[in-house]
């Protein structure tokens, strides 16, 4: 299945100098951002209170944020998750208030704005659960990146591993940036929206990085930025098509899947964008600037057997 009707002959690699200038502009801004005024940790990281309630209609949020201000949480964030009815407050923790004591004066606090609203839920994370399951997330994203720049390693020759390597760490601090200059929150299911992004750029770039190990050879002569050229053009279909059917999924999920997903629907919509810049910008580009050519992969056909043809 083709999106294009013929392949596309996109000059990609003699535009690569003025986007090392843009990534290096994104990743210097996205490191201050992390810096100061860092991520805007959400509960599951910080500790807090996170108090579900139900609306008989549509909920007013500026009334309702209000009337919790006034009960004494200035604190308060008051937004819908689900459907406009469902409302669910996040509060940091209170010194000598239980969980079922905040939910009671919560309630109490809206029931001025609608008399008919319903407490459903109350969810309490201490502040030593909320630093043990951050240091968690931080382990799982150092041990994915270490597995994955392995994986990387083996599979390709130098060139191309190192290139594979940097596209891998350009994406992942860019949605982090970008999550640190917006002052969303930051959960556990952004960091799973981060990492799945990670592995969806990773496949990327290997596909387009076999069908260059494909030209190199049946392109013998062609300077390696009209190969890698040549690669890039030819999955731009596959590209085009499975990264369009993925926002358009995403783009649902931001639209209507509420407050609960807003945060992993964004991550990801990002990462699909950065991730495919990446993939022709970072992992290809570094490639070649690195002195990629067919020599190289030849050398390391003859010198041991491809990843592809191991059991």
């Known amino acids: 299945m083709e999106f294009?009707?013929?392949?596309t002959r996109i000059r990609f690699m003699a535009s690569r100098k003025w986007c090392y200038a843009i990534s290096a502009a994104l990743i210097v801004a996205s490191i201050v951002a992390l810096i100061r005024p860092g991520l805007n940790y959400g509960?599951?990281?910080?500790?807090?209170?996170?108090?579900?309630?139900?609306?008989?209609?549509?909920?007013?949020?500026?009334?309702?944020?209000?009337?919790?201000v006034t009960a004494g949480f200035p604190e308060a964030q008051v937004q819908n998750f689900g459907t406009s009815r469902d409302v669910v407050i996040r509060l940091e923790p209170h010194a000598g208030m239980s969980g079922n004591v905040i939910g009671t004066r919560i309630i109490e606090a809206l029931k001025t704005v609608d008399s008919g609203v319903e407490l459903r839920r109350v969810d309490v994370v201490g502040p030593q659960v909320g630093e043990e399951l951050r240091q968690k997330g931080y382990l799982a994203m150092l041990f994915t990146f270490?597995?994955?720049m392995a994986y990387l390693w083996?599979?390709?020759e130098f060139k191309l591993s190192c290139g594979a390597i940097l596209a891998a760490l350009h994406t992942p601090i860019i949605i982090l940036g970008f999550f640190a200059v917006t002052r969303m929150t930051f959960d556990l299911t952004v960091l799973a929206a981060v990492l799945a992004v990670v592995g969806y750029q990773i496949n990327d770039t290997v596909v387009v990085f076999d069908r260059a190990r494909e030209r190199f050879p049946l392109m013998r002569g062609s300077p390696p930025a009209e190969v890698l050229d040549a690669a890039i053009n030819q999955?731009?279909?596959r590209t085009v098509i499975t990264h369009g059917a993925t926002s358009i999924v995403v783009t649902t999920l931001l639209l209507l899947g509420g407050e609960t997903?807003?945060?992993?629907?964004?991550?990801?919509?990002?990462?699909?964008?950065?991730?495919t810049y990446s993939s022709i910008y970072i992992a290809s580009a570094s490639a070649l600037d690195l002195g990629l050519s067919a020599a190289d992969l030849l050398s390391t056909r003859k010198g041991k057997a491809p990843v592809d043809d191991l059991p």
């Open 4 to 7: 294009f009707h013929k392949v």
């Open 154 to 156: 083996f599979r390709f």
């Open 43 to 68: 509960i599951d990281f910080t500790g807090g209170v996170a108090v579900e309630v139900a609306f008989p209609g549509p909920a007013d949020l500026d009334r309702s944020r209000h009337a919790v």
């Open 235 to 237: 999955t731009l279909s």
């Open 146 to 148: 270490i597995f994955i």
């Open 261 to 275: 997903l807003r945060g992993f629907a964004t991550a990801f919509l990002v990462g699909i964008i950065v991730g």
